[in-house]
């Protein structure tokens, strides 16, 4: 829920120009959200090796860890059939 939650950090101002949201002004729930992407990111840093470590460690949310976790292993299923295809053959 986390990863997908990004919109409580943005305002939006005229002409759908979007802004980060000050810290001053979260509410309860924005504050909630805030410590859940803390703990995502700190279970994500603790469960990945350290070569994927160095991948994500620019990264600046929850979002962006996934995003790049799953572009980085989006190609691996199709990468293997294509190998047993090769060896089939």
């Known amino acids: 829920m986390a990863i997908y939650n990004e919109p409580h950090r943005l305002i939006t101002i005229e ?3 979007t802004i980060p949201k000050p810290r001053s002004k ?3 729930g924005d504050k909630k959200l805030f410590f859940m992407d803390v703990i995502v990111i700190n279970t994500l840093y603790c469960a990945l090796s350290r070569s994927k470590f160095n991948r994500i460690s620019s990264c600046k949310d929850a979002k962006d860890i996934w995003h790049t976790l799953e572009v980085t292993h989006e190609g691996i299923n199709q990468v ?3 190998k047993i ?3 089939v053959h």
Do not use: F, Q, R
Request: proline fraction near 0%; avoid cysteine; charged fraction near 40%.
């Open 80 to 82: 293997e059939e294509s």
């Open 85 to 87: 295809d090769m060896l």
């Open 26 to 28: 979260y509410t309860d």
């Open 15 to 17: 002409n759908d120009i």
